[in-house]
């Protein structure tokens, strides 16, 4: 069965209830008013069985059959024309897929999906709850040997892969040139303190200088990890041993709350969030926005036309320069009607040195979507096709990934410890000593118990 602590993050003063974002591999299950944990489950089968698979996820078909939907939908065509055990694509919509408890729940009643999406955010609930099929035995060496260092890292217990990754995403920071000319700003922020100054240069009546995500969510998190390890910060030791309640957590905290305190940055970010990049950098509503690789694609495809540039992740004091490498992967339902079929379908799919599989790999990374590719070989034939020629392309490929670490897979409880922290001193005005003292107790009493696989 799952449990369930029914426990809040702290409330917003704006009383949002709800938050969409189109997280193109860097997120999860949103921490909201209900962070189910999975405990080892009886029979799950989201409406699949040996003859038929169910995938559910937040891409395809979508309704406005967008480019990542056509990828989804060709993927399950192109298995479904030449295999037995038919793939059955279940679109469900980002805001409940990855923002709400949708997933959560359906493994709650015992009736998952055969195959689904998974972020290193939420990797440790569901391999906790017993749900997820150790896929290594359908990969073959020459395949695990062609992931990139680190790509497989947070999906592996024991050296046992348990979720095929399908992208890296790392974050860095839009702004509008056009604004940038216009207040005569010549030099991209570099530091903390700069990215303030600047924030509030840019800031006008109608116009925010900068947006942090500020729904708390598990991807407002992992937007947030990068500041906290700039400075050497960490919510967690490798043995285990609490570690937030440090100076870098606290500075980072601090800045996120003075952008809102300062009225530089907002409460609220239009269209599906802060990850929007068309809907709030390329609208007016900031002139810088801190976004993923993702957002490349979205611009090209909703404002061609906008001018913008990308800088990395500003540092504080002596910080190290640092991004956050996130994306999403495709797990199988160890209980679901067919575990070995689901494990075939994503080695097919993700985890082949056919030329089928590395083509899929290269379309949804440089076609249907801008990410940086997992797999050497999806690498090269990126490459060869002159995907990384585009100077934005370039910058995060050469600039910003090298500064990577990979998105970490904390426990439910300590995520939401983490978040409550974010949300106190960005939303509410906390102080970042009282929260970072309040959400490191949390973490401590939790660690004490915890009796899962390693978080580190």
């Not at 990969?139 to 260092?149: G, H, N, Q, R, T």
């Amino acid at each position: 069965m799952i449990e369930s602590d029914n426990q809040q993050v702290a409330a917003r003063p704006d009383g949002l209830d709800r938050r969409g974002f189109l997280r193109l591999g860097a997120g999860a299950a949103a921490v909201g008013a209900v962070t189910p944990l999975l405990a080892s489950c009886g029979g799950s089968s989201g409406g699949g069985s040996a003859k038929e698979l169910t995938f559910w996820n937040f891409y395809g078909p979508a309704p406005d059959k967008n480019p990542a939907s056509k990828w989804f939908v060709k993927m399950a065509s192109d298995w479904n024309d030449s295999h037995d055990v038919k793939v059955k694509l279940r679109y469900i919509a980002n805001k409940d897929y990855v923002s709400g408890n949708t997933l959560q729940s359906s493994f709650a009643a015992g009736s998952g999906p055969d195959i689904f999406l998974l972020s290193p955010g939420d990797f440790l609930r569901y391999y906790n709850g017993g749900v997820l099929k150790d896929l290594t035995p359908s990969l073959k060496k020459e395949v695990i040997d062609d992931f990139l260092p680190g790509t497989l890292d947070t999906r592996k217990v024991d050296d046992k892969i348990f979720a095929v990754p399908m992208e890296s995403e790392p974050l860095a920071i839009y702004y509008s040139k056009k604004l940038f000319d216009r207040e005569g700003i010549k030099h991209e922020p570099r530091t903390w303190d700069e990215l303030l100054d600047v924030a509030k240069q840019l800031t006008t009546k109608k116009r925010f200088g900068m947006l942090f995500e500020p729904e708390p969510s598990v991807y407002q998190n992992f937007t947030w990890y990068p500041y906290m390890w700039q400075g050497g910060g960490a919510p967690v030791d490798k043995n285990n041993k609490g570690t937030f309640d440090s100076d870098p957590v606290r500075a980072a905290l601090k800045l996120w709350g003075d952008s809102v305190k300062t009225g530089v940055a907002p409460k609220k970010a239009l269209g599906t969030g802060s990850n929007d990049a068309p809907a709030n950098l390329a609208s007016g509503y900031c002139a810088m926005q801190e976004t993923g690789i993702w957002s490349i694609a979205d611009l090209k495809d909703k404002n061609p036309d906008f001018d913008y540039g990308i800088f990395p992740l500003p540092t504080p004091p002596g910080g190290k320069p640092t991004t956050i490498m996130g994306g999403w992967a495709f797990c199988a339902n160890a209980k679901g009607g067919n575990p070995d079929a689901a494990a075939e379908f994503i080695a097919w799919a993700l985890g082949s040195m056919d030329k089928g599989s590395i083509e899929r790999g290269r379309t949804w990374n440089t076609g249907a979507k801008s990410n940086i590719p997992v797999r050497a070989s999806v690498q090269k034939a990126a490459d060869a096709r002159g995907a990384f020629d585009d100077p934005n392309m370039k910058f995060f490929a050469h600039e910003i990934a090298p500064t990577g670490q990979s998105e970490p897979r904390y426990p439910p409880k300590m995520i939401k410890a983490i978040s409550n922290a974010i949300q106190n001193v960005q939303l509410s005005g906390e102080d970042s000593v009282k929260a970072a003292k309040t959400a490191a107790a949390n973490i401590d009493n939790f660690l004490k118990s915890y009796k899962g696989a390693p978080i580190l």
